[in-house]
């Protein structure tokens, strides 16, 4: 069974900032691609950030100045750097794991989620 683990969120003022972080089977953390999405209630997921070793990492529009992902390859860890934090970031955040290589048998998984974590930001 593949389980992501984030951790990380909480409660943090406005301009506040937050890491959270992704622990990831060291199979899955080598050759899928690992990002963040976000979601709020009554609102699509939408992606935040994702990072590969073969291209550079991607990001929202919106969020390309304020957030940073990155990966510990050690750690098998991928984190989420949140800076100057606005009310409209509050969300569940989730870890997320994709394979995007060539075709592979009926009984690979492709995608994995973890359970998210949540974000708030307020005064």
């Known amino acids: 069974q593949v389980q992501l683990v984030e951790s990380g969120g909480g409660l943090v003022q406005p301009g506040g900032s937050l890491t959270l972080s992704c622990v990831v089977p060291r199979t899955i953390f080598t050759i899928y691609t690992m990002g963040w999405y976000r979601q709020v209630p009554g609102r699509q997921r939408e992606m935040v950030a994702t990072i590969t070793s073969r291209r550079p990492a991607s990001y929202a529009d919106s969020l390309k100045y304020r957030f940073t992902i990155s990966s510990d390859y050690g750690a098998s860890t991928v984190y989420l750097q949140m800076d100057n934090l606005l009310p409209e970031d509050a969300a569940v955040y989730y870890c997320?794991?994709?394979?995007?290589?060539?075709?592979?048998?009926?009984?690979?998984?492709?995608?994995?989620w973890g359970q998210g974590t949540q974000v708030g930001v307020s005064s």
């Open positions: 997320n794991a994709e394979f995007e290589g060539p075709s592979v048998p009926s009984w690979y998984e492709r995608n994995y």
